[in-house]
């Protein structure tokens, strides 16, 4: 039975979201169509730059994402302690990058001195609701939904569903949860044999973030892998220019730390070397084709956030299927679902065989 949104996201819980959304009919709308041919990769491009401009306007990060041919993954971090510092004027000039105000909000804008106190205190509501939805993942996947759609149907001048339904939310509840739910969305490309390894990993979070890492390294020659790497984003850049979406300001995704002090509210609870080092040796892993083993000191990140390194690759493997509305330790889940008045949660056997048992 569809449970109802407010059941789905609770950020009293966690401010960790995985959310996935598919093309109506599972159709290739965002790859190559093998009736007709037609490639429409583009519309991966325009996701992405969707995505990374609602992130500057939302106070919502984005930790991972990955852009596949007929679906998309992406995980992320509401941040409403950055939502609830904006100024009044900030929530309204941020909200209307994206949507149109009312008179009086434009009154305001002119002559906040010349209104009444019960204008004022319409406008103080306003803008309220304003402030909440900046912060709210239901609006965010929204803003991306709905112009995608919009602009494919134009492309295609037609009209009807592009999506499959609105989105998919799932709660990530620990530090072991989002590590996991991160590995997962990254290699998605590798996991389904449409890239060799993370380089070739085109429209994910992990391919940018190793171009960024590179872009600024210290040494004067590239290795062939970041000549190669580089020569993939820049063509996705290329492209972005050609769609004319190189005007819009764009997010950093979310940044890593691996000071155990810094909160999760502000950085990633792994460095990003570990990260690289984690996801780059389980790709390899998966595939039949590679080598690889985990590193030592890697399968220490992962026990540090409470997941038994030797049952790693099985739990990346099985996530997809493993977990439904919520994903984290048994106790995680079990709370997770009294909250809501829930007896059972999706995932407890695979939580309670993966997870370091405790006390």
């Known amino acids: 039975m569809t ?31 093998s009736e007709t041919g037609e490639n429409f990769d583009h519309r991966k491009q325009w996701l992405v730059s969707r995505l990374r401009f609602l992130s500057y306007v939302y106070a919502i990060d984005i930790c991972a994402y990955a852009i596949m041919s007929n679906h998309y993954h992406v995980v992320l971090h509401v941040d409403q302690a950055c939502a609830q510092s904006w100024s009044d004027d900030e929530v309204v000039e941020r909200w209307l990058q994206l949507y149109n105000g009312d008179v009086l909000i434009n009154r305001w804008l002119m002559a906040r001195e010349m209104m009444s106190p019960a204008e004022l205190q319409a406008v103080s509501v306003t803008i309220s609701q304003w402030r909440e939805r900046l912060c709210s993942i239901s609006w965010f996947m929204r803003g991306v939904n709905e112009t995608i759609a919009r602009m494919a149907n134009e492309e295609d001048n037609c009209k009807g569903r592009f999506w499959e339904g609105r989105f998919k939310s799932q709660a990530l509840l620990d530090e072991g949860a989002l590590l996991t739910c991160m590995a997962y969305v990254d290699l998605n490309p590798v996991r389904a044999a449409m890239a060799d390894d993370l380089i070739d990993s085109d429209f994910t979070s992990v391919q940018q973030r190793l171009f960024d890492y590179a872009k600024y390294k210290t040494t004067q020659t590239k290795t062939t892998t970041e000549q190669t790497l580089t020569k993939r984003v820049s063509k996705q850049r290329q492209l972005k220019r050609e769609l004319k979406l190189d005007h819009l300001p764009e997010s950093p995704l979310m940044p890593f730390s691996g000071r155990q002090q810094d909160s999760m509210h502000t950085a990633l609870p792994f460095t990003r070397e570990d990260y690289f080092d984690l996801i780059d040796t389980t790709g390899r892993c998966l595939r039949d084709d590679k080598r690889g083993a985990i590193h030592p000191d890697t399968e220490k990140l992962i026990s540090r956030l409470g997941i038994d390194p030797n049952q790693w690759l099985k739990h990346v493997q099985s996530y997809g299927r493993s977990y439904g509305d919520s994903a984290g330790s048994r106790v995680s889940l079990l709370q997770y679902a009294d909250r809501f008045k829930r007896r059972w949660s999706k995932g407890l056997k695979v939580s309670s065989e993966c997870y370091l048992k405790t006390g």
Do not use: I
């Open 3 to 33: 449970k109802p949104r407010n059941e789905q996201v609770s950020l009293e819980e966690t401010s960790f979201y995985h959310c996935m959304v598919r093309c109506v009919r599972w159709a290739y709308l965002c790859g190559v169509d």
